[in-house]
């Protein structure tokens, strides 16, 4: 079973400076899609950026951008010049038949 | 108006009552999710309706019976529910292609927060 993991539950940066959340998966599969979702409090969550595994180049979405090493099964989520709207839960998913989660990286942004 | 809406936000049930949460999605996908979000752990996914017709369980205890009706409305009925079942249900919704990989992009409705005494 395909696993998705995320070992920081908890990460802080300052206002305007760069952070970079970590997320490992699990996989025997050579085609999949790796997704950073964000849920703010008490709202839904979006989509924050997508990458697919057959491409080697790294997906960048404005200030958000992920480092993905699919020989190490990594796919981590780097936040450049962070804002106090970035505080939120991050999820890490892996999708190939079917989408999975993880545990989340509470993230504050502090003024 | 956002494109998935839950009802209601909120439930407070005791053990013996019987509710239902409420889904609806107006961007037109032709599958929907029910998910159980609980604090520290992954997104636990309930059940999968594609094409209003479910194709995934995950051995989801009896006393969770989901409803799809049409592609636009999806419900997750409850009862005899026990305290551990509280936490924030996630309905989601996707655009699935019949053959080959689908993006899997999944699009949410806030939640509904269940707390059950």
């Known amino acids: 079973a395909q696993t998705v993991t995320q070992s920081q539950p908890e990460m802080s940066v300052q206002e305007a400076e760069t952070v970079t959340l970590s997320c490992t998966y699990d996989t025997s599969e050579s085609d999949y899609y790796l997704f950073w979702y964000k849920q703010p409090p008490s709202r839904q969550m979006i989509l924050v950026i997508r990458?697919?595994?057959?491409?080697?180049q790294n997906a960048t979405e404005n200030r958000f951008s992920v480092n993905f090493q699919k020989a190490a099964k990594s796919f981590s989520l780097k936040i450049s010049d962070s804002q106090l709207g970035d505080a939120a839960m991050y999820f890490c998913a892996y999708h190939n038949n079917d989408m999975r989660f993880g545990a989340g990286t509470r993230l504050t942004v502090k003024p | 108006e956002t494109g998935v809406t839950q009802t209601p936000r909120h439930l407070v049930m005791g053990m013996t009552n019987k509710k239902s949460l409420k889904c609806e999605q107006h961007?037109?996908?032709?599958?929907m999710y029910w998910y159980k979000q609980s604090a520290k752990k992954p997104l636990e996914l309930m059940f999968v309706?594609?094409?209003?017709?479910?194709?995934e369980n995950n051995s989801v205890p009896s006393r969770f019976s989901p409803e799809c009706p049409n592609s636009s409305h999806l419900f997750l009925h409850l009862h005899t529910l026990q305290p551990e079942d509280s936490a924030l249900y996630l309905c989601a919704s996707s655009q699935v292609v019949a053959g080959g990989l689908n993006t899997g992009e999944l699009f949410f409705g806030e939640g509904s927060r269940l707390t059950v005494l």
């Open positions: 961007l037109g996908h032709n599958a």
């Open positions: 990458q697919e595994a057959y491409k080697q």
């Open positions: 309706y594609s094409l209003e017709e479910r194709v």
